[in-house]
């Protein structure tokens, strides 16, 4: 359990939730080998090969995997961790290791022996994954959809085609939905096997969270293992969406990345600027507005910190894992444009980093589960917590 009393970086800005060292080895690579390429990354709409696979190499990629699939073994809140400081130099990079993290906790909580001991030790050695659910016609409502399997054999036989694929351009790895005769199933289909291709469809590229454009994959007659099929048959749905659950958490640490980077640019120009014969920080409005931000992000990190805790202890992670994308995902978005507001000219330049960070924020408001689905998930789980009578008052 995280002891907030015992944190590191007590006399920092951001406090430290994990170890301090693994904080600043983290923070040194990111300034060093992540930052100086963020505004390209986002401009270009490009997936950063070259640096996932030095994450990878790193460490950073497989935190919480375990050691014996050559995985960190650590615990969720060093993932979240890892998320908000590659983040805050570029929220691209840290969509590209979300999509990772997915594929490694479908196969590590519903696949079999055989299917983890093929897999899982190949993403420490820079693994690149997609996790591939939208379709055209399919959504947030994957309970449907038109990309079928049928098994032969030994062997499942895939056809169909996925749209709007994060991570796609430079995929080697896809987790896919496709519905069988007994319902919507889960597989692990590697990017080489034969009849998988992809390409870029009309609506590809986003105004945020830039790491390539979004892929269209197409399956067709794509024929894979039986143990490829993950988890149940026909019980595919419930395990996109515990996966998502795991995932929102790490969203959430992706947006406070985000907003931190806002407010510490805008911060730096406060202080440097001069206007009307002081420094803008001395402005008291202005410095109400960097109150109220520190605030917020404050409040949206310790809910983060203990939504990725939640994932270590298995401990109401629908709850944790929505609130915390939720809330930290919202207050990116207002963080940004205030920031963006309190930097005037300077704020809305091309040549400055405000209008990626408030294009991305905005962007991961939608991705990864709308604030809409989100109150959904967090209402259902009152409402299970009201019915087991854990909420009542004494």
Wanted: charged residues 20%; aromatic residues 10%; negative net charge.
């Amino acid at each position: 359990m995280i002891d907030l009393n015992q944190a590191a970086g007590g006399n920092t800005l951001w406090t430290s939730y994990v170890d301090d060292a693994f904080v600043q080895e983290l923070r040194r690579f990111v300034s060093t080998h992540i930052a100086p390429q963020a505004d390209r990354i986002d401009r270009d709409d490009i997936y950063p090969v070259e640096i996932v696979k030095a994450l990878a190499e790193l460490g950073y990629n497989t935190l919480t995997l375990e050691t014996a699939h050559g995985g960190g073994g650590r615990s969720y809140p060093f993932a979240a961790c890892a998320l908000e400081e590659i983040s805050f130099a570029s929220a691209a990079t840290g969509i590209c290791l979300i999509t990772i993290y997915q594929a490694q906790t479908m196969i590590r909580l519903f696949g079999q022996d055989s299917l983890k001991q093929l897999f899982l030790p190949q993403f420490s050695r820079g693994l690149i994954s997609a996790y591939a659910l939208t379709e055209s016609n399919h959504g947030s409502d994957i309970t449907q959809l038109d990309t079928k399997a049928r098994r032969d054999g030994d062997d499942w036989i895939i056809q169909g085609e996925k749209h709007f694929i994060t991570s796609g351009t430079a995929a080697e790895f896809y987790i896919i939905l496709a519905e069988t005769p007994v319902g919507v199933t889960v597989f692990a289909v590697p990017g080489d096997t034969p009849g998988v291709s992809r390409y870029e469809g009309n609506n590809s590229a986003t105004f945020g969270l830039r790491n390539g454009p979004h892929m269209n994959i197409v399956f067709d007659n794509v024929r894979v293992p039986a143990d490829h099929m993950i988890g149940i048959e026909g019980k595919g749905v419930r395990q996109a969406v515990s996966v998502l659950n795991y995932s929102r958490t790490l969203a959430g640490a992706v947006s406070l990345g985000i907003a931190r980077a806002a407010y510490e640019g805008a911060l730096d120009f406060a202080r440097k600027r001069r206007a009307f014969k002081q420094q803008v920080i001395d402005f008291q409005g202005i410095q109400w507005y960097f109150s109220d931000m520190l605030t917020e992000i404050d409040a949206a990190r310790l809910l983060v910190y203990r939504a990725a805790q939640a994932l270590s202890d298995g401990h109401q992670i629908p709850r944790w894992g929505s609130e915390a994308k939720y809330k930290a995902a919202s207050v990116a978005t207002q963080v940004a444009s205030l920031c963006a507001q309190i930097c005037g000219a300077y704020g809305i330049m091309e040549n400055a980093p405000f209008g990626r960070y408030l294009r991305d924020a905005k962007a991961y408001e939608v991705a990864g589960g709308s604030a809409e689905i989100l109150k959904n998930t967090i209402a259902k789980s009152l409402a299970q917590l009201a019915t087991a009578g854990q909420g009542a008052a004494p």
